[in-house]
């Protein structure tokens, strides 16, 4: 598992990690997480988190063809 996040793109989440390297901008996959996190309920599962922020990617990504 190590070795599998050792490769991952860093990400706003590193922010959760205690010894995690920071990057100095943000992300597209950042600032769709955040704009999930402001578009839904407070109380919103994590499963809604994930799925509303797949959404939005999929589809500025097809917006952006």
Same mark, same amino acid.
């Given at each position: 598992m190590a070795e599998v996040a050792g490769r991952a793109? +860093?990400?706003i989440l590193t922010l959760i990690r205690a010894n995690a390297d920071r990057q100095s901008e943000m992300s +597209?996959?950042?600032l769709?997480?955040?704009a999930t996190l402001y578009r839904l309920r407070f109380?919103?599962?994590a499963m809604e988190v994930a799925m509303t922020?797949? +959404?939005m990617l999929?589809?500025?990504g097809e917006e952006a063809r």
């Open positions: 793109q +860093r990400s +597209r996959f950042d769709t997480c955040l109380n919103a599962t922020t797949a +959404r999929a589809e500025d």
